[in-house]
């Protein structure tokens, strides 16, 4: 059961706060599941942060904290290999690893930050 408290990395949230976060992240459309800037999957535990200090529905903590961009003149191509060299990284196997850099490219298009970009 929760305790009253929830320690997220960074941020104590409360029960309530908790599972208004999960209730979003568990929202209709799809891509809301997904970092709009890299197209990281969202969780309750990388979600960046707003200026105001609360979590960010939208974007993951590598891309956005404190309200702002972590790297806020990056192109598509720069965090296409960026995003490419994470899952290289990822301890997934070989076809994993070769079906998700296949499919990031049209999963980064579709993101808030790069979906006019090309």
């Known amino acids: 059961m929760f305790g009253a408290l929830i320690y997220d990395r960074r941020l104590f949230l409360s029960k309530t706060a908790y599972l208004q976060i999960k209730r979003k ?15 990281m999957p969202l969780n309750t535990k990388n979600l ?16 956005y904290q404190n309200g702002v961009f972590t790297n806020p ?12 060299a994470g899952i290289d990284q990822s301890s997934s196997n070989f076809i994993t690893k070769f079906m998700l850099k296949a499919l990031y490219p049209a999963s980064l298009k579709r993101t808030t930050r790069f979906k006019n970009a090309h």
């Open 25 to 39: 992240l568990e929202g209709n459309n799809l891509m809301e599941k997904f970092c709009q800037s890299c197209a």
């Open 73 to 84: 003149e990056i192109s598509f191509t720069e965090m296409l290999a960026v995003g490419k």
């Open 48 to 63: 960046g942060s707003e200026q105001d200090g609360s979590a960010s529905m939208m974007y993951c903590e590598l891309c």
